[in-house]
């Protein structure tokens, strides 16, 4: 008999980035139809923890760096380096506290930070700005469940868009990128319009239920974390993902045949 190890669990960062104008909207990318992971689904940006998000020299170089808990700065580094190579945008403030809008030197070196080719920090130090850590707001973690092939202990952020970048999808993991209403991405969801992955509806649900980016915020603030770690249930019709109740996300029952 042949023993196989069980995937082993990365930590991964995904931001909900969320905008009042022209309406509530939240940023979405759609993966490439080649990328191995979530190909061709409609997702927020987010991706893998790398280990330049452990850099010590980000301490001088991120806004409400000794409010966040040492554990979570790299995460945070994390979901705002995977929102500049996915959709073009950086949550960043520039000395005086205006945030920052873009520029072609950003541009330039997205592809090579993308392609670990240049530590996203050294850009940062460049453009003389700070990550806007503060500006994160925990929204949600989830693991993924064993029977999965790959697994992630993923952070999920919310944060307002300053409305001062475009966003532009790289053409290499993403080939859209685009504003919606929550309900508006739930809708394509169900017609089948769009693939959308059972963590990223829920998630989206639970967006859903505010009206506007400040009030999305203030909610994650007060709700109280949940780790959700999907568990397999054998039902008579098969076999079902059923998450923790006091998760905030409602009696939960996702077929397994619609995840695998």
């Not at 995904?14 to 990328?35: N, S, Y």
């Not at 003389?128 to 993924?144: E, G, N, P």
Request: overall charge negative; charged content about 25%; some cysteine.
């Amino acid at each position: 008999m042949t023993d196989t190890a069980a995937p082993a669990i990365r930590p991964a960062a995904t931001i909900l980035l969320l905008r009042d104008e022209p309406a509530f909207e939240v940023l979405m990318v759609k993966r490439h139809h080649q990328i191995d992971f979530a190909s061709g689904a409609l997702v927020f940006p987010g991706g893998k923890a790398h280990a330049g998000d452990h850099d010590p020299r980000w301490s001088g170089w991120c806004v409400g760096w000794d409010d966040i808990a040492a554990d979570q700065r790299p995460l945070r580094i994390a979901a705002i380096r995977e929102a500049y190579e996915e959709a073009a945008i950086i949550m960043g403030r520039h000395k005086d506290g205006a945030p920052f809008a873009g520029c072609d030197r950003a541009g330039d070196l997205r592809e090579a930070i993308a392609a670990d080719q240049h530590p996203f920090l050294d850009l940062i130090q460049e453009l003389d700005i700070k990550l806007d850590l503060a500006a994160l707001t925990v929204f949600a973690r989830w693991i993924t469940p064993p029977l999965m092939s790959k697994r992630f202990d993923t952070w999920f952020y919310v944060a307002t868009a300053t409305g001062e970048q475009l966003a532009a999808c790289d053409e290499r993991e993403t080939v859209d990128a685009e504003w919606m209403a929550p309900a508006e991405a739930l809708r394509l969801a169900a017609s089948g319009e769009r693939k959308v992955l059972f963590p990223t509806r829920m998630n989206l649900q639970l967006l859903a239920e505010s009206a506007s980016a400040e009030e999305a915020s203030r909610r994650a603030a007060a709700r109280k974390l949940v780790t959700v770690e999907p568990m397999l249930h054998d039902r008579p019709g098969g076999g079902v993902l059923v998450i923790q109740p006091d998760a905030g996300y409602g009696a939960v029952e996702e077929p397994l045949s619609a995840i695998i």
